[in-house]
């Protein structure tokens, strides 16, 4: 027996499907259409279908399905009765009413996403000494970072005021552009940044040592955090990615554009707790071809002492494939 409760996990999981309360009726819409209405005692279920085949539903199971009011005939809709329905009807229903208002490449790229490339195998010791070695070469490459530590204390505590503007300031610095504001504003971002940090405490873990649940967790994190509102636009994917790493530099493998694209064809939380697995196991096979040194130890032998080797590995992808292109 479907519930309200099916309808609104189905619906939220749909691309730019947004619910609002309209007249003490809760209906999901895209934009401006809705394409499913729950009554007001929330029993029955209204959602778009076409109007050539809605009679020949409603004939098959009248016990389920029956026609809108007079006025709402000329809409492509039906009502169900929402207990009638099993679950994996529900779905059907949910999913092929989104499809009729939503554009055509967005129901694709939903439904029928890209196969994601098949991943490289973990770089060796001399792979990773060679890309710190052209890392290294780069003016200036650790001179924000360490700024940016000093500044936090090398603990980086995003409900002090001071530390999301050093934040702010170490992302503009690696060009994600995010808008300073002016005298008199609200600072947008350093209120989102806040009330996101009150949210989630992502983990301490090494990244060899992540546990699924953890990754999932910073999966989660990092899709709350790219949306986050920053003016007319979000953080997005590569200032998130970052954010997390300068939060927890020892836990997260942070990501561009580039790398995001080449190695998994997306950049949402599914892409990104990918990203961490495959950080995960390209650390513990360094850890095992060096022989079991020590976090500090073994990026001391690559060539990047002090940094963690979730960033060394990061330093190795940017290496290798954005400065590359």
């Not at 003016?139 to 505590?157: I, K, N």
């Not at 999966?219 to 927890?248: D, V």
Request: hydrophobic share 45%.
């Amino acid at each position: 027996m479907a519930t309200v409760d099916d309808v609104r996990r189905l619906a939220l999981s749909l691309p730019r499907t947004e619910e609002h309360l309209i007249r003490d009726r809760v209906k999901f819409r895209i934009g401006g259409i809705v394409y499913l209405a729950l009554s007001r005692d929330e029993s029955e279920l209204g959602f778009a279908f076409p109007k050539e085949e809605r009679a020949a539903l409603v004939a098959a199971e009248p016990e389920k399905f029956f026609l809108p009011r007079a006025s709402d005939l000329r809409f492509h809709w039906v009502e169900a009765h929402l207990a009638a329905l099993g679950t994996e009807e529900l779905t059907e229903l949910v999913i092929e009413a989104w499809r009729m208002v939503v554009p055509a490449k967005v129901a694709r790229a939903h439904l029928d996403p890209p196969t994601a490339p098949p991943l490289p195998p973990a770089p060796s010791l001399a792979e990773l000494r060679a890309s710190a070695e052209v890392f290294n070469g780069f003016a200036g490459v650790d001179r924000s970072w360490l700024a940016f530590r000093e500044e936090t204390g090398h603990a980086l505590d995003l409900s002090r005021a001071a530390h999301r503007g050093a934040l702010h300031r170490w992302l503009n610095s690696w060009g994600c552009r995010i808008r300073y504001p002016r005298e008199g504003e609200p600072d947008t971002f350093g209120a989102g940044l806040a009330a996101w940090a009150g949210r989630h405490a992502p983990t301490h873990a090494p990244l060899a040592r992540l546990t699924p649940r953890e990754i999932a967790g910073l999966a989660a994190a990092y899709e709350e955090l790219a949306a986050l509102p920053i003016g007319r636009r979000s953080l997005g994917p590569t200032a998130a990615a970052k954010a997390l790493y300068a939060l927890r530099p020892d836990s997260v493998m942070p990501w561009d554009a580039a790398i995001a694209q080449r190695l998994h064809g997306a950049r949402d939380r599914a892409a990104f707790a990918r990203h961490l697995e495959l950080g995960r196991s390209w650390a513990r096979a360094a850890s095992q071809e060096s022989g079991g040194l020590d976090e500090a130890a073994l990026c001391a032998e690559i060539g990047r002492p002090g940094v963690s080797l979730a960033k060394i590995l990061d330093e190795h992808l940017y290496v290798t494939i954005t400065h590359a292109a």
